[in-house]
């Protein structure tokens, strides 16, 4: 049941950006927790991330989507269709760009598919750490020049400055609404979700550039163990595109397979508040991101969004 108090805001409001400006780190940091993975590599998520923010005047309902870029395959597609169907769905919208990067190609690409969007647009300029205040006059100019954002915001989401103040911008657009997750929800992803994205992080932290996107992580079983209820046996199987791949996850000896699963486990022990046992495979499933079968089964369903 929704909880309804006279005077409260709540609303949805969609991260959205190119791949690789710090859309996860900004969420990460909202919410207090790790529950968006991170990485170097582009377009690291797939699926849209709901976190939840919640204090006594207002609930916000922050949804991070894939980095939108021109799509190369159907998992491509896949993910443009989910940050897409977001636009129309939310109170707000942040549009994140690297202050540390001019404005390009990619930047334009998404403010093209921002025309005639009812709802107020943020310009939040992340990566102000790594410029000269000085240069953000001109930065933040470059883009108001592009579009007509209904506030421009700088921050850093890796040191956290200026975000209480963009929480406090956003707010302030926020209709009179319901609660509607309790008040220590953080997210609404199932833990399997969380747990499978933890893994893939770590995959994709430690393999070479050819594999990023090629991998997926599929949860088998999770479970407490029989003989130690304190525990909680994980299994999972890395997905893969190519035999050359699989060598490459699993490493010399099983070396690299074994530093990926000691490195998200203890993540998933953080989450979960337990000792984990962590088992991990890796399997060939040729051409999967191009084939609707299988990504399905993978877990991007766009029937969701």
Same mark, same amino acid.
């Given at each position: 049941?929704?909880?309804?108090?006279?005077?409260?805001?709540?609303?949805?409001?969609?991260?959205?950006?190119? #791949?690789?400006?710090?859309?996860?780190?900004?969420?990460?940091?909202?919410?207090?927790?790790?529950?968006?993975?991170?990485?170097?590599?582009?377009?690291?998520?797939?699926?849209?991330?709901?976190?939840?923010?919640?204090?006594?005047?207002?609930?916000?309902?922050?949804?991070?989507?894939?980095?939108?870029?021109? #799509?190369?395959?159907?998992?491509?597609?896949?993910?443009?269709?989910?940050?897409?169907?977001?636009?129309?769905?939310?109170?707000?919208?942040?549009?994140?760009?690297?202050?540390?990067?001019?404005?390009?190609?990619?930047?334009?690409?998404?403010?093209?598919?921002?025309?005639?969007?009812?709802?107020?647009?943020?310009?939040?300029?992340?990566?102000?750490?790594?410029?000269?205040?000085?240069?953000?006059?001109?930065?933040?100019?470059?883009?108001?020049?592009?579009?007509?954002?209904?506030?421009?915001?700088? !921050?850093?989401?890796?040191?956290?400055?200026?975000?209480?103040?963009?929480?406090?911008?956003?707010?302030?657009?926020? #209709?009179?609404?319901?609660?509607?997750?309790?008040?220590?929800?953080?997210?609404?992803?199932?833990?399997?979700?969380?747990?499978?994205?933890?893994?893939?992080?770590?995959?994709?932290?430690?393999?070479?550039?050819?594999?990023?996107?090629?991998?997926?992580?599929?949860?088998?079983?999770?479970?407490?163990?029989?003989?130690?209820?304190?525990? !909680?046996?994980?299994?999972?199987?890395?997905?893969?595109?190519?035999?050359?791949?699989?060598?490459?996850?699993?490493?010399?000896?099983?070396?690299?397979?074994?530093?990926?699963?000691?490195?998200?486990?203890?993540?998933?022990?953080?989450?979960?508040?337990?000792?984990?046992?962590?088992?991990?495979?890796?399997?060939?499933?040729?051409?999967?991101?191009?084939?609707?079968?299988?990504?399905?089964?993978?877990?991007?369903?766009?029937?969701?969004?």
């Amino acid at each position: 049941m929704l909880q309804e108090n006279k005077g409260y805001k709540s609303g949805f409001i969609s991260i959205i950006g190119r #791949p690789n400006v710090g859309k996860s780190t900004f969420l990460n940091r909202v919410v207090g927790q790790k529950i968006a993975i991170m990485s170097d590599k582009p377009q690291t998520t797939r699926n849209k991330v709901q976190g939840v923010v919640t204090n006594e005047n207002s609930q916000m309902v922050f949804i991070d989507t894939p980095g939108i870029n021109e #799509p190369k395959h159907k998992l491509g597609d896949f993910m443009l269709k989910v940050a897409k169907n977001t636009f129309r769905e939310v109170d707000v919208l942040l549009f994140v760009v690297s202050a540390a990067d001019r404005i390009g190609k990619q930047d334009r690409y998404v403010l093209d598919m921002l025309k005639g969007i009812d709802v107020p647009v943020f310009l939040v300029l992340n990566k102000i750490d790594q410029v000269h205040p000085d240069n953000l006059p001109k930065i933040v100019e470059s883009y108001r020049n592009e579009f007509d954002f209904a506030e421009a915001i700088p !921050i850093s989401a890796l040191q956290g400055n200026n975000v209480e103040n963009l929480l406090a911008k956003i707010e302030e657009r926020l #209709p009179e609404g319901p609660q509607y997750y309790p008040s220590d929800q953080v997210t609404d992803h199932p833990e399997r979700f969380i747990i499978s994205e933890l893994i893939r992080e770590k995959a994709l932290h430690l393999t070479r550039e050819e594999i990023p996107h090629s991998i997926a992580v599929v949860i088998d079983k999770i479970a407490k163990d029989e003989e130690n209820e304190n525990m !909680i046996r994980v299994q999972a199987t890395i997905m893969v595109e190519r035999d050359s791949q699989k060598g490459i996850v699993i490493g010399k000896k099983g070396a690299l397979l074994k530093e990926i699963g000691t490195r998200a486990r203890k993540d998933i022990e953080n989450l979960l508040g337990t000792k984990v046992y962590l088992e991990l495979w890796v399997k060939v499933q040729k051409d999967w991101r191009n084939k609707a079968m299988h990504l399905r089964d993978f877990g991007f369903r766009d029937d969701e969004y």
